[in-house]
């Protein structure tokens, strides 16, 4: 199956910073990926889709300005939180589709001081 | 707009007991995956079920997706404590997007 990569699995960081995510595509190339945070005990809730080379297409809720997100290559997106809050403390995930199944990364837990 | 109810929330079993989650969803899907994720881990995928009435089966676990494409379940027999986890279905309604829409996912626990 497809492999996932992600970086850094585990971050902490102080309010008020910026943390980047790396997700990349290690067996072939994404036009699309996804974008998921997971809070603890609860289900994964889709955040974005990544598009290779446009815009990213952000579910309701999820403020775009705060979540940028770069889709620049075929192998890599990044997530980047802004500002990053306690309350934005969470498992973020990604994922990209090999045929109509989706393969994910392993996961970057945040931790906001 | 879509969504994917996913029951139980919790299952504690003894070991050999047999397991099964239920999903249902508000739309009738294209297909519907099902995911393993053990804890502090990443969701891992099992299957994904794509015809009406589908009945799949991988060793102990037997996956099956409704006539009208709208509900599924999963079920363990004779559970193992390596079963523990919480297993997610995600529900895909098709087009050229690939969104899934996870259900809550149901936390299973084996006691040995």
């Known amino acids: 199956g497809a492999v996932v990569s992600q970086h850094p699995s585990r971050v902490i960081c102080k309010s008020g910073t910026s943390v980047k995510i790396e997700c990349r595509s290690l067996?072939?190339?994404?036009?699309?990926m996804f974008w998921y945070r997971q809070f603890p005990k609860q289900s994964l809730m889709l955040m974005a889709t990544?598009?290779?080379?446009?815009?990213?297409?952000?579910e309701q809720g999820v403020e775009k300005d705060k979540f940028l997100i770069n889709h620049a290559s075929l192998t890599l997106s990044t997530l980047t939180v802004t500002s990053a809050h306690p309350e934005d403390s969470s498992f973020y995930i990604c994922?990209?589709?090999?045929?109509?199944?989706?393969?994910f990364g392993p996961g970057t837990r945040l931790t906001v001081l | 707009g879509q969504q994917v109810m996913q029951i139980p929330q919790y299952q504690h079993v003894q070991e050999g007991e047999d397991f099964t989650t239920y999903c249902n969803s508000s739309?009738?899907?294209?297909?519907i995956q099902w995911y393993k994720q053990r804890p502090g881990g990443h969701p891992v995928f099992l299957i994904q079920?794509?015809?009406?009435?589908e009945v799949k089966k991988q060793k102990r676990l037997t996956f099956q997706f409704g006539e009208a494409k709208k509900n599924s379940s999963l079920h363990i027999t004779a559970t193992q404590t390596t079963d523990v986890g919480t297993y997610f279905c995600?529900?895909?309604?098709?087009?050229?997007?690939?969104?899934?829409?996870f259900g809550k996912g149901t936390l299973l626990t084996v006691n040995p």
């Open positions: 067996d072939f190339q994404a036009t699309t």
């Open positions: 079920l794509v015809k009406s009435g």
């Open positions: 990544s598009n290779e080379g446009s815009k990213a297409t952000y």
């Open positions: 995600a529900g895909n309604s098709g087009g050229s997007n690939y969104k899934l829409t």
């Open positions: 994922s990209q589709n090999w045929g109509d199944t989706q393969y």
């Open positions: 739309t009738t899907l294209s297909n």
